[in-house]
């Protein structure tokens, strides 16, 4: 694959295969690290992760051992062959970091959210001699929100800041409902495939282990994934992973990971062109937002139908009325809409407005 060579032009891979990296969440303790690197590596994987600093959402939980933890990387580079990466949040991460002659960084979900934070880490970088700066390969995940831009202004810090190594992860973002049954973080493919269509060369990967939260989506969401042209994956395996310290639930042990890689198998889509199941799902998200916003606007109506009880006022006026979809019909114009479609639809919300002012019988 063309864009991974920039990345790790020393790794070399069948042609169109992805480039899979694989480790625990955390680096929980020198044996646990040792056993999953191992047995990764006795099944041919070239890039191992584990977390060393680990950013919990809330206070209590396992924060990683720290620099505690970067002998036990060094020990699996050693052992196995295999580069080893980790997440860095601050500049003194970074510095322990090459100290400790690991090959690559990813910059998390939260951190890439914080221009501050980023900012603080391509600093870093910049003050490194050139072929320190240019032996690191750096992966920015997505920030959490939904924000394509926020994303690009973190890699570009980072490429402004002289790092080239430089690629993407995908991981999904926060979104408010989600229960039983659903993905921890939302895909959106959209907006990763955006990514795509504007630096069609920056190498991509997907993390579907932090997406999905579950072992159950991470073979679905993989195949997804390379059906729309991702260059590879990170993944969280460990040993065993219902007694892993940090997100137990999402972790596969290795011979899982290895049966579910051994199943995927690189799609044929063009990643640049739009696919129709992208337009469907931004589709959907259009729509969700839609009748959000007609929920909401019923609340409205509800608290206007008590202020006209409260004053004696009829609950539909002509002249108001008539002014609304005169003014809706022109707003609509202007957006390409027909005046006829504009007024069939606020014709409805209009009537299911009344409906939620009447008084509660
Ligand atoms: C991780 O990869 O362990 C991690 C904390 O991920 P994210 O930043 O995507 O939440
Ligand atoms: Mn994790």
Redesign the pocket.
């Known amino acids: 694959m063309k864009n991974l060579e920039s990345l790790f032009p020393d790794i070399f891979l069948p042609a169109d295969a992805p480039l899979v990296i694989a480790g625990p969440?955390s680096a929980e303790s020198r044996e646990q690290t040792l056993s999953v690197a191992e047995a990764l590596a006795r099944g041919g994987v070239k890039i191992f992760r584990a977390?060393v600093w680990?950013?919990r959402t809330r206070p209590g939980g396992f924060e990683g051992a720290g620099e505690a933890a970067l002998p036990w990387l060094q020990e699996v580079r050693e052992r196995t062959g295999m580069r080893v990466i980790t997440?860095v949040a601050t500049a003194d991460h970074l510095h322990a970091v090459l100290d400790a002659g690991l090959d690559a960084v990813w910059l998390?979900?939260?951190t890439a959210a914080n221009p501050f934070a980023v900012q603080e880490i391509a600093d870093a970088f910049a003050s490194l001699p050139e072929d320190e700066r240019k032996r690191l390969a750096v992966l920015v995940?997505n920030p959490v929100s939904p924000d394509l831009e926020l994303w690009i202004g973190a890699l570009q810090r980072l490429y402004g800041a002289g790092v080239r190594r430089l690629g993407a992860i995908h991981?999904g973002f926060s979104y408010y409902s989600h229960g039983p049954g659903s993905y921890r973080n939302a895909p959106y493919w959209a907006i990763p495939f955006e990514l795509r269509r504007r630096f069609p060369e920056l190498p991509l990967f997907f993390?579907p282990s932090?997406t999905g939260g579950s072992r159950e989506f991470i073979a679905p969401l993989s195949r997804e994934a390379l059906d729309l042209g991702f260059d590879g994956l990170i993944v969280e395996v460990h040993c065993n992973p219902d007694e892993a310290l940090s997100d137990a639930s999402q972790q596969l042990t290795p011979d899982e990971f290895f049966e579910t890689v051994a199943k995927l198998r690189r799609g044929v889509e063009d990643p640049t062109k739009e696919s129709l199941r992208i337009l469907r799902e931004e589709i959907d998200l259009l729509d969700a937002r839609l009748l959000e916003l007609l929920g909401q606007r019923m609340d409205v109506s509800r608290r206007i139908g008590k202020v006209k009880q409260a004053s004696g006022l009829s609950v539909v006026q002509p002249s108001r009325y008539a002014r609304l979809i005169s003014e809706r019909t022109g707003a609509g114009t202007v957006l390409g809409l027909s005046p006829e479609f504009v007024r069939r639809v606020f014709a409805a919300v209009h009537e299911e407005s009344v409906r939620h002012q009447l008084p509660e019988r």
């Open positions: 969440c977390g680990k950013p997440e998390g979900a939260r995940k991981r993390d932090h």
